[in-house]
């Protein structure tokens, strides 16, 4: 079964940038759409980037222009460069298949971003 391990978060000041990575241990990771998603305090999951097998992406509006997601299929990794970031970024970051499975939710990374 396909694991996803997200890595990369941390605390950083507004306007600063991370990169996340989400390692996948099976090459069926190759042939799927990914997503990159995010969970604030108080709030719903939310949906924050996907990129398909071929590379083609989408980024919500909020994050359009400071984020971009990219792949290594070589690597199995997906990537998410966060830029840019502001307070309200502030989110536990996981990675899924898109659309996403419940069974591939893994332990995601905190990104804390301070004012």
């Known amino acids: 079964q396909v694991q996803l391990v997200e890595s990369g978060g941390g605390l950083v000041q507004a306007g600063e940038s991370l990169r996340l990575s989400c390692a996948a241990s099976g090459s069926i990771f190759r042939i799927n759409t990914m997503g990159w998603y995010r969970q604030a305090p108080g709030k719903q999951r939310e949906l924050v980037a996907i990129?398909?097998?071929?590379?083609?992406?989408h980024c919500a509006d909020s994050v359009k222009g400071r984020f971009t997601i990219s792949r290594d299929n070589a690597k199995n990794t997906v990537y998410l460069q966060m830029n840019s970031l502001k307070p309200e970024d502030t989110a536990v970051y996981y990675c899924?298949?898109?659309?996403?499975?419940?069974?591939?939710w893994g332990q995601g990374t905190q990104v804390t971003v301070s004012s």
């Open positions: 990129i398909s097998s071929g590379g083609s992406t």
């Open positions: 899924n298949f898109w659309p996403s499975l419940d069974a591939y």
